[in-house]
């Protein structure tokens, strides 16, 4: 008998639940006892026990929900299935289940000789569905080895110097041959002392099928040089690897490999830098010797640490040989290697191979951070493009290149922020090697910071592609990087808009407009409107126009694959078929957990929207009273949402943004909201409402899906924005009892009063250090306190009224301004500059007068330097504002000093995360689940001021939480629970990444995955 779909999902996902139930109940107790006690263990298959950091590949309870848009347009399971895992990575409660305990591959090695150990390594082969590298040290007193792995296709070796050392052997586990090669403790591997012959020394190296690498044999290992033969020895990191691989590293790229590396890892690391020419090159022609070392541990950000050393440098490593041989000392983590290798999809799963651009990251970060040329030839030469500096902008100009209009002192040097260049670097790996280079795109510029885009001020960059025979640029604003919570995430948007205008074809990318629905709507503000409500990733995608609905969805289908998957399977194969070439990605976490539920998830999207009601309360000289209620179609008690939200806008473009929340979930939404008297008269709407569960699925529901029609019939309206008196503005350093401000203030004249929340903006930026610019806005209206001649130096913010003969033009001469440094001089554009009120406005009180005030906080490990005012904003009761910025040292400017010899330039530190599961009702887990989650985190010089993390289900939506934190400087534990609600997808959810700042504007960001690449 045929079983309905939605009845096949409800089977399958029982029984999911049900091996997800099982695998949390197998416990691990630890290994003692000798090696064959060990093996016998591990050997037993009623054995529910198993080593407690089991990955969930070995599990196979990795869920991936498949989702299939039904008549409704909602989204339900069509299908669960499992998929693989990333392993080895450090999870942190994963239990192994009973059917799918670990294998053993055991042995000794015979022929050891004492004093002269041996290294016997496991390696996964080509094929495997996973990448394993693990070693085992053997002597002649413990000759024995034990590893147990999970299923899979593996090859054992042999590192060691002064012996004749035996091929690699193939192993597969389970066997599939009699006998099983390496089950036992008796199973052998033969190793052959080479007599010593005073003064010969002997290398040899033979080429392995089974292994990605070959096999080398010493005769002897010299004094000075390490591998992981001697691992243990004191002063180990001192040495330098001998590995053939190591030697190519020096000799090539000046990298001294120090410690215990052996031929796998630095033949990994060679495999990836052989194939920069460009670096080769840059090494002949100046010869640069650096010191690596690995580590077991993890490393923040992107695997690596680096010291810097030179002359001047205060903290050698190991002494003062040190800064006097190398440039800098870099630490490399060995998780940067797990998927470093291309490999083989495992045989009867298809063709292709898998990996990630972890490692390539690490070197990025490790061998451009520091060098501003090696970094602009690695842009120019995988990219293909240039990293505008500011005295270039003139040059381009006067040749008429197609590059931005601005003028140079607009913008500033990348090499300001060169952590920058390594997100834009490391993001832009991510896409295959055909959109490495991008037709068009040629110039990558940054605008100054503190500086937005005049045409569109919240935008954190912007792509100007102009066609595949055009060169054209991306911009980015500080704000792409110092606050934007997805930086790769960003790179990648802006990249994707010259892919769709510049490689895709016209005929391509008309099937993707008629996959995501999008017609042309001359009532749309962008143009473009789509009657499709539940196929987007993003409310951005779906409310603008089919190409920033292909930029958004061609970033998260490498980033985020998940989210495109469950939302728009659509989408996703289109991405996969015509701009992939068939590869695709898979999010590897090094923190997972398991989330269960037996009962029903929540797989559904809030219902549509059936009926919206506006009510409008108020007289034409009166605030109105707004009231809304959004109805929802009942299609069962999924059916429902937590919030709707949307931005209601009049018809010169201010706005409210209106949220509609409930405490539960319901399908009747309601709010009410006072749009006060002077705000915009006439018909206000909005043309997209967002409906959120609780389980964050959305529902983006266009202007053609619903109506909404507001009246304010305002008699007092104000349609003019408030204008600031240009040479007013000053700037000042003053103190008070929380340390030092910088204080902006000016005066405002405007048709109506200024708005009583948030009336002002301002922020100031050094050109003397790598800090971002710092922010702060004034808040409260004060329409009672008089006027004081004082009032700049005065420790109060906020905005003033005074009488308007304060704002008449000759006032403001005689009284407001100064021939300092601290006021303006900058002539700003006719439009913007604004001397005062003439004598006749002044004196009819037809605008308001208002004295503006902004303390921005120095930071108490703020650098010494001269402060700039780069930006103010200022804002009226009805939405209007204005926007002023200055160039590049233009504004007024102060001068710090923080009183320090050595600034705090230290991004915070971050160790031990540990990431736990627990659901609240065990006997009968229904998605609701206690997340706990444990980190130490410090900062030894100014202490931490934020963190931030984030959580991903298997869906791909995310979670944020910013955890409390202690005021200190030493190592602290931070613990956060978070507890996910009834309902709760289950599956495998991951801690994504944790970023953390400090006092002194340095952050961390530490991201918890990485993206493994499968190609056809």
């Given amino acids: ?415 300001q922020h060169p952590e920058e260049l390594v997100e834009l670097a490391t993001s832009w790996r991510e896409f295959p090697a055909g959109l490495q280079k991008i037709k068009g795109l040629k110039y990558l510029y940054r605008r100054k910071d503190g500086m937005v885009n005049p045409e569109t001020p919240t935008a954190a960059a912007i792509a100007y592609p102009r066609g595949p025979n055009v060169e054209s640029y991306i911009e980015f604003m500080e704000s792409a990087f110092a606050s934007y919570p997805d930086v790769p995430g960003l790179v990648l948007h802006e990249l994707s808009h010259f892919v769709h205008s510049n490689v895709v074809s016209p005929d391509m990318f008309a099937q993707w407009r008629d996959i995501g629905g999008w017609y042309r709507d001359p009532h749309d503000p962008d143009g473009w409107s789509t009657r499709l409500q539940t196929q987007f990733v993003s409310a951005y995608g779906h409310k603008k126009n089919p190409s920033e609905d292909f930029a958004t969805c061609l970033s998260d289908y490498v980033l985020n694959p998940n989210l495109l998957r469950s939302r728009a399977p659509r989408k996703y194969d289109f991405m996969r078929n015509h701009v992939m070439n068939g590869a695709y990605y898979v999010t590897k976490a090094s923190h997972e957990f398991l989330v269960l539920n037996l009962g029903n998830p929540d797989f559904m999207y809030p219902g549509r929207i059936t009926g919206v009601s506006v009510t409008v309360t108020g007289k034409t000289d009166e605030d109105k009273h707004v009231k809304f209620v959004i109805h929802l179609a009942n299609n069962g008690p999924n059916s429902c949402a937590k919030s709707a939200e949307f931005r209601l806008v009049s018809s010169v473009q201010t706005f409210v943004d209106v949220v509609l929340h409930n405490r539960e979930c319901s399908h009747v939404l309601e709010t009410e909201i006072v749009i006060n008297r002077t705000q915009k008269r006439g018909v206000w709407t909005t043309d997209q409402i967002i409906l959120v569960d609780d389980h964050r699925l959305h529902r983006y529901v266009g202007s053609a899906d619903f109506g909404m029609r507001v009246w304010i019939d305002n008699s007092a309206e104000d349609f003019l924005e408030p204008r600031a008196i240009t040479p007013s503005i000053s700037l000042n350093l003053l103190n008070n009892t929380e340390g030092t401000i910088a204080r902006a203030t000016w005066i405002v004249a405007d048709a109506g009063v200024l708005n009583s929340k948030e009336c002002a903006y301002a922020s100031v930026y050094s050109t003397t250090s790598n800090q971002y610019s710092l922010g702060s806005y004034a808040y409260g209206l004060d329409t009672t306190t008089p006027p004081h001649p004082g009032w700049r130096s005065g420790i109060w913010q906020g905005c003033r009224q005074v009488p308007s003969r304060m704002c008449d033009i000759s006032f403001v001469k005689s009284n407001e301004i100064e021939g300092t440094v601290n006021f303006n001089k900058y002539a700003f554009d006719e439009e913007s500059d604004f001397h005062g009120l003439s004598f006749h406005e002044a004196m009819a009180n037809v605008y308001g007068c208002f004295q503006v005030a902004v303390n921005i906080p120095l930071k108490k490990a703020a650098r010494s330097g001269n402060y700039y005012l780069s930006r103010i904003s200022t804002f009226d009761s009805a939405g209007n504002s204005q926007m002023l910025q200055w160039p590049k040292e233009e504004g007024p400017f102060v001068t710090y000093n923080s009183g320090r010899n050595d600034e705090d330039n230290y991004k915070p530190e971050l160790r031990n995360i540990r990431v736990e599961s627990k659901p609240t009702n065990p006997e009968h887990p229904n998605g609701e689940t206690v997340v706990h989650i444990n980190f130490e985190v410090r900062d030894i010089h100014s202490g931490i001021a934020g963190i931030v993390g984030l959580i991903r289900d298997p869906f791909g939506s995310g979670y944020y939480f910013s955890p409390d934190f202690k005021a200190e400087n030493n190592w602290q534990t931070v613990t956060f629970n978070y507890v996910l609600p009834k309902g709760s997808v289950p599956g495998v959810w991951h801690l994504s990444y944790l970023s953390i700042y400090d006092n002194a504007g340095n952050n961390l960001n530490a991201t918890l995955h990485e993206q493994v690449m499968v190609q056809g």
């Fill in 1 to 415: 008998m045929a079983v309905p779909s939605k009845s096949r999902a409800v089977v399958l996902l029982w029984g999911m639940a049900l091996t997800l139930l099982r695998s949390a109940a197998a416990y691990n107790s630890p290994r003692v006892g000798t090696l064959a006690e060990q093996l016998k263990g591990a050997m037993n298959p009623n054995n529910a026990k198993s080593r407690s950091k089991a990955s969930f590949a070995e599990m196979g309870v990795f869920l991936e929900p498949k989702m299939i848009p039904d008549h409704d347009g909602n989204m339900v399971v069509s299908f669960l299935h499992t998929s693989n895992i990333s392993m080895d990575a450090g999870f942190d409660s994963a239990k192994m289940p009973v059917m799918d305990h670990m294998y053993p591959i055991a042995g000794q090695v015979a022929g050891l000789v004492t004093g002269n150990p041996v290294t016997v390594i496991l390696g996964t082969m080509y094929g495997a569905r996973f990448d394993i590298l693990m070693e085992r040290r053997a002597t002649a007193e413990s000759p024995g080895f034990l590893f147990e792995v999970p299923r899979g296709r593996y090859y054992i070796k042999i590192e060691a110097s002064g012996y004749h050392l035996p091929g690699v052997s193939r192993i597969t586990r389970p066997c599939k041959t009699n006998p099983c090669l390496y089950m036992t403790p008796d199973s052998r591997i033969a190793v052959y002392r080479i007599k010593d012959v005073s003064g010969v020394y002997r290398y040899n190296w033979e080429l392995q099928g089974t292994a990605p690498y070959g096999v080398e044999s010493l005769s002897m290992l010299p004094e000075n040089e390490a591998s992981v033969i001697n691992a243990n020895r004191p002063g180990i990191e001192t040495l330098m690897d001998y590995s053939d691989a190591a030697a190519k590293l020096k000799l090539f790229f000046g990298i001294e490999l120090h410690g215990t590396w052996g031929s796998e890892y630095a033949s990994r690391l060679y495999g990836i830098l052989d194939k920069w020419d460009w670096y080769k090159q840059e090494h002949r022609r100046e010869q640069k010797l650096q010191k690596w070392v690995l580590t077991d541990e993890p490393l923040y950000p992107q695997d690596v640490a680096i010291i810097r050393l030179n002359k001047n440098h205060n903290q050698p490593i190991n002494g003062s040989d040190d800064a006097n041989k190398y440039t800098q000392v870099v630490t490399l983590s060995k998780m940067a290697f797990t998927y470093a290798v291309k490999r083989a999809i495992e045989k009867g799963k298809g063709n292709g191979t898998y990996f990630s651009r972890r490692l390539h990251k690490a070197l990025i970060r490790a061998l451009c951070l520091h060098d501003p040329d090696n970094m602009r030839i690695l842009f120019h030469t995988m990219h293909d493009v240039q990293l505008v500096e500011p005295s270039q902008i003139g040059v381009f100009h006067s040749y008429g290149l197609s590059v931005s209009r601005y003028p140079a002192n607009h913008y500033q040097s990348w090499f």
